[in-house]
C-alpha cells in the first residue's frame, strides 16, 4: 500500500481546501495535481502551442520542470521552470486549457510519471482527479469528493465573485460541463475509484467534511 491520501472529485467540490487543510493539520505535503494540468496549458500558450497538439505537448514537458515546493505563506506549491506560477493559474481560461490538455494521453502519461515519482517521501495527501483510479490505486486511503453542480457553482461564486464568470446558473453550466468533458475523456477519466470512499458534501460544510475525514486517516497518519 502507498502512503497516500488521495482526494478526487470534480471542480468546486470544496477537495482543494479539505486536501490543504489535511496537509496543514497532519504535516505532510499536499500536492495539487490539478495546477500540474494548469501549469501545462499556461506554459503551452508562453509557446504558442495549441492545447490538442498532443506531440508537441510532450515534448515540452520534457523540457518544463514541476515540483512542489513551501511557498512565503509556508504552504506547498507548485514551483515551475524556476517559479511559482500562482495567479495566473487560476483564471477560466486556464482551467478551461487545463481539462483540454488533460484529455490528451501523453500529458497525462508524463504527468503521472512525476506524480508517482512525488511519494518516495512518506505520508502526502494529493488531490486530482485519477489519483485513486490511475496514480495511486493502492493508496492506503481513498476518498471521492462531491457536491451538486448548483452548491458547487454557490461556492465558486462566494469564493471569486466577478472572477467566477457568471450568474449563479452560467457558473452550475460551466461546472456541469467541465465535469463532461472530464468525466467523458477516454483516458482517466473523472470516477470514484470502486474502493474508494464517496463524500457528497451539499449538505456539509467544508469544516465538517474536514473533520469526518480527518478523523478516518488520523491515526495511521500521526
Ligand atoms: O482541479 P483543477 O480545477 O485545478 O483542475 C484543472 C483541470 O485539470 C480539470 O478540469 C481537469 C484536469 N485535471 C485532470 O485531468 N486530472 C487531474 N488529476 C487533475 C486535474
Given at each position: 500500500?502507498?502512503?497516500?491520501?488521495?482526494?478526487?472529485?470534480?471542480?468546486?467540490?470544496?477537495?482543494?481546501?479539505?486536501a490543504r487543510t489535511l496537509s496543514e493539520k497532519l504535516g505532510i505535503?499536499?500536492?495539487?495535481?490539478?495546477?500540474?494540468?494548469?501549469?501545462?496549458?499556461?506554459?503551452?500558450?508562453?509557446?504558442?502551442?495549441?492545447?490538442?497538439?498532443?506531440?508537441?505537448?510532450?515534448?515540452?514537458?520534457?523540457?518544463?520542470?514541476?515540483?512542489?515546493?513551501?511557498?512565503?505563506?509556508?504552504?506547498?506549491?507548485?514551483?515551475?521552470?524556476?517559479?511559482?506560477?500562482?495567479?495566473?493559474?487560476?483564471?477560466?481560461?486556464?482551467?478551461?486549457?487545463?481539462?483540454?490538455?488533460?484529455?490528451?494521453?501523453?500529458?497525462?502519461?508524463?504527468?503521472k510519471n512525476q506524480q508517482r515519482r512525488m511519494s518516495a517521501i512518506?505520508?502526502?495527501?494529493?488531490?486530482?482527479?485519477?489519483?485513486?483510479?490511475?496514480?495511486?490505486?493502492?493508496?492506503?486511503?481513498k476518498f471521492f469528493i462531491t457536491a451538486s453542480p448548483l452548491e458547487?457553482?454557490?461556492?465558486?461564486?462566494?469564493?471569486?465573485?466577478?472572477?467566477?464568470?457568471?450568474?449563479?446558473?452560467?457558473?452550475?453550466?460551466?461546472?456541469?460541463?467541465?465535469?463532461?468533458?472530464?468525466?467523458?475523456?477516454?483516458?482517466?477519466?473523472?470516477?470514484?475509484?470502486?474502493?474508494?470512499?464517496?463524500?457528497?458534501?451539499?449538505?456539509?460544510?467544508?469544516?465538517?467534511?474536514?473533520?469526518?475525514?480527518?478523523?478516518?486517516?488520523?491515526?495511521?497518519?500521526?
Amino acid at each position: 500500500m502507498d502512503k497516500v491520501i488521495a482526494i478526487d472529485g470534480p471542480s468546486a467540490s470544496g477537495k482543494s481546501t479539505l486536501a490543504r487543510t489535511l496537509s496543514e493539520k497532519l504535516g505532510i505535503p499536499y500536492i495539487n495535481t490539478g495546477s500540474m494540468f494548469r501549469a501545462t496549458a499556461l506554459a503551452a500558450q508562453k509557446r504558442n502551442i495549441a492545447w490538442d497538439d498532443e506531440k508537441a505537448l510532450q515534448d515540452m514537458l520534457r523540457t518544463v520542470t514541476m515540483e512542489y515546493k513551501v511557498n512565503s505563506n509556508g504552504e506547498f506549491e507548485l514551483f515551475c521552470d524556476g517559479e511559482f506560477p500562482g495567479e495566473a493559474l487560476r483564471s477560466a481560461e486556464i482551467a478551461a486549457g487545463a481539462s483540454k490538455v488533460g484529455t490528451c494521453p501523453a500529458v497525462r502519461e508524463e504527468l503521472k510519471n512525476q506524480q508517482r515519482r512525488m511519494s518516495a517521501i512518506g505520508w502526502i495527501v494529493m488531490e486530482g482527479r485519477d489519483i485513486g483510479t490511475v496514480i495511486f490505486p493502492d493508496a492506503e486511503f481513498k476518498f471521492f469528493i462531491t457536491a451538486s453542480p448548483l452548491e458547487r457553482a454557490r461556492r465558486r461564486l462566494a469564493q471569486e465573485g466577478d472572477k467566477a464568470g457568471g450568474t449563479l446558473e452560467e457558473v452550475a453550466a460551466a461546472i456541469a460541463a467541465r465535469d463532461e468533458q472530464d468525466s467523458n475523456r477516454a483516458v482517466a477519466p473523472l470516477k470514484p475509484a470502486a474502493d474508494a470512499e464517496l463524500v457528497d458534501n451539499s449538505n456539509m460544510t467544508l469544516e465538517e467534511t474536514f473533520n469526518y475525514i480527518y478523523n478516518k486517516v488520523k491515526d495511521a497518519v500521526l
